[in-house]
């Protein structure tokens, strides 16, 4: 999932983004909650005709940004309170608060409120988080009344295997139409997030879209798919493209780098977004030193064609029963390396 | 012509582009000679393969860059000498000069090298800059050698009507495809331009494309077509649409006002451009007080939709004959003002 942070995938339109190949994006909670508020989205008819993207849609929770973004937070076992950074004023929100903003957006995929904790955190740190996002979970399942709207229950436990355990245990116990894995991409070394994954995702029900949170570079998102994850979101193709940073296959160019100004060839030959086809590395080159706005359109319309197109990939070879073979364990010389 | 002064049309994308319903765009030969220099863009085949643009382009000379953006330009018979801004070397431009850049840029039309005297200006130095021009004009001519490129002769003369007369006569008799009429829109009040389109036109070879430099407003556009002027370029509908001002109609709408928060009609339910069909008043002020790429875009796509349905409604009611009445003179009640 593309991220849409407030209602747009940054740089990026609608039509642009559905020649991408996306087909469910993200959008933040948090940041729709301070602008422009939900009843503003409500009142447009939800989130859909509001942003004008007719495919699914999955909101977080503004737990994590809540958590991660608002250093003057107070939280309890009612809820966080923050300070509105555009006003000063507090907000409060708590599991019901953020069903109800979810249900007002009109996501196809709510997210339960969590409490994520920091990397590191204590045992005792990751344990309360723990027990508190059990709790929460509970009453986001009773404030949730929104039926063509699932609602997915995170599970947290930080790097804690026994802490981990218990959280996939409760929350799977919910009977939820979807389970993420939180308290992920949170600062933990990498090799950290791959054993949390391959000791929790067998432990959830086989038949859920499992979803890892924040995921979404290639060896990442490889070795996740090898455990059985479903869902993945990132911001990296359209952070690195305002950057003028292109990933092509699984290197990321700097296009400000003289060596592309007179290069007419087009990004990857392989690709065929709108960007491959149309326009050459000569010319993104140009237009990023020139800091044209097109510029970062153009990159961030291919890298997210590139995720989504290796995400497609990695689709089409557990459907060709080669996925083991090419894609996990994601070496240096894995065959899709080179030929997806 | 929609500005592509750096091979881009700021923030629209060549598709976003073809969807206004532009034909010809304008880029600016002093901003492509310094960056990325017209040697990369005749590598990449010329501007329309560089900047993936297939319908007509019109390249500026430069000449009115020089005398306009560099304090630091040294003025003699031979040419300009002006300091790039980038590297404070010093870079020469000539009428031999400038159409070489043109030839190389590979543009449809081309622009002959000119001095643009500012305004105000002694009627001396204006009929010096008239004098040079025309020197200037001669050495164009032969220094052009591209046959599937159209070169178009300046008129100057500032608000002197015999100066502009004489102007008018001599770059005539050059007997070349198409004629402009530049040294307006340097700061003269409105009515000085109007006199001067008023007075010239009519001197004009009438099967000639006469192009009005520089110039894009309704009220302008729709008197200099009653005088018969049939080309314009503007920056307006991007700059705008870059501030988060819509063209609407023929009035001005700043979208950052808060009246527009919950508004969730389109800015035209009369125009059908990719703004107008997918989004809301409401979105795209959301979208600009949260300072996202694309509310520049959605914005800048709307404006310059709709100075091109406007230029369109001007050649139909010249075909069915009732321009006269309709658009011309643009008054108040003018039924135009209202119905197209």
Redesign the interface.
């Known amino acids: 999932m593309p991220v849409g942070t ?3 995938v ?7 983004l559905r020649g991408t190949g996306a087909e469910m994006i993200l959008a933040n909670t948090y940041h729709l909650l301070l ?2 508020g939900e009843r ?1 989205v409500e ?3 939800g989130l859909h005709d ?3 993207w007719d495919k699914p849609i999955l909101t977080d929770s503004g737990g994590f940004q809540v958590f991660s973004l608002s250093k003057l937070n107070r939280i309890n076992d009612e809820g966080v309170s923050f300070r509105n950074p555009r006003d000063g004023s507090t907000i409060q929100l708590t599991p019901e608060r953020a069903i109800e903003i979810q249900m007002a957006l009109g996501s196809d995929i709510a997210m339960a409120f969590d409490q994520c904790p920091p990397y590191p955190a204590t045992e005792l740190e990751v344990e309360e988080a723990c027990n508190r996002t059990h709790a929460w979970l509970q009453r986001c399942v009773d404030a949730h009344k929104k039926k063509q709207q699932a609602l997915f229950g995170i599970i947290q436990g930080g790097c804690f295997p026994h802490l981990r355990e218990k959280s996939a245990r409760i929350v799977s116990d919910f009977n939820l139409p979807g389970i993420a894995i939180g308290g992920v991409s949170v600062g933990e070394p990498l090799d950290q997030m791959h054993n949390i994954v391959r000791q929790v995702s067998p432990l959830l029900p086989e038949h859920l879209p499992k979803y890892l949170m924040g995921i979404g570079t290639f060896r990442e998102m490889a070795i996740a798919v090898a455990n059985g994850i479903d869902l993945f979101d990132c911001v990296i193709p359209t952070r690195l493209g305002r950057h003028g940073t292109a990933l092509v296959r699984n290197e990321r160019w700097n296009l400000r780098n003289a060596s592309f ?2 290069d ?1 060839t087009s990004l990857d030959q392989t690709c065929v977004c ?1 960007t491959c086809l ?3 590395k ?2 993104l ?3 990023i ?2 800091e ?3 510029g ?3 990159v961030s319309i291919h890298n997210i064609s590139n995720l989504m197109r290796f995400s497609k990939a990695m689709t089409q070879a557990i459907r060709d029963g080669c996925f083991s073979e090419d894609f996990a364990p994601w070496e240096k010389d894995s065959p899709a390396r080179h030929t997806w």
Do not use: I, W
């Not at 940054?10 to 642009?16: A, E, H, I, T």
């Open positions: 407030l209602a747009t940054k740089g990026v339109s609608p039509n642009q602008q422009p503003v009142d447009a008819g509001f942003m004008g100004r007179t007419h709108e149309n326009h050459s000569a010319y080159h140009h237009l030193r020139s044209e706005l097109l970062l359109t153009l």
